[in-house]
């Protein structure tokens, strides 16, 4: 069934125009992420046709990271190697997270940009303003990566009212 569900999901996002394009990976990664990937992309924004996944071999701080560029439609995922260690259902959840961030990008830019233009660079009130709005970011990220993951995976209940 699961598998019928990624046929499905990769049918409508085709359907959609949405292309991935897996940039240099090594063999054994594109291993790990083609079916993390494959249950993630579900949440890939609407404006997005092109996802592009590439290996990050120098990044030792992250499992993973994503960059976009709205006005071109594309993103890149870029997988690092402590993402390798972890087990399927983990990879799925790091990509998730990585796609949500896509999300909640325009809001995180609007607020830096106000953030920047009412402080003044290098103050102790940025850093602080700036290191507020990241931590607030991740929770709303996390939150939303976990409902996704709900939603997909029909852990949902209906609310009966009275």
């Not at 994503?66 to 399927?88: K, T, W």
């Not at 009412?118 to 939150?143: F, I, K, N, Q």
Request: charge should be negative; proline fraction near 5%.
């Amino acid at each position: 069934m699961a598998s019928d569900r990624v046929t499905l999901l990769a049918n409508a996002l085709a359907g959609r125009g949405l292309h991935v394009v897996f940039d240099g990976l090594p063999a054994e990664v594109e291993r790990a992420v083609r079916p993390a990937l494959s249950v993630a992309l579900a949440i890939v924004p609407r404006w997005a046709r092109e996802v592009r996944v590439k290996w990050d071999d120098a990044n030792n701080e992250h499992e993973a990271n994503v960059h976009a560029s709205a006005a071109y439609r594309s993103c890149c995922i870029s997988v690092c190697p402590a993402f390798i260690a972890l087990a399927p259902r983990e990879r799925e959840q790091v990509l998730m997270h990585e796609l949500v961030h896509l999300h909640v990008s325009p809001l995180h830019t609007a607020a830096l940009d106000a953030l920047h233009a009412l402080s003044d660079e290098g103050s102790g009130e940025r850093a602080l303003a700036e290191s507020s709005l990241d931590a607030a970011l991740e929770t709303v990220v996390e939150d939303l990566t976990m409902l996704c993951r709900d939603l997909l995976d029909g852990d949902t209940e209906p609310v009966e009212f009275p």
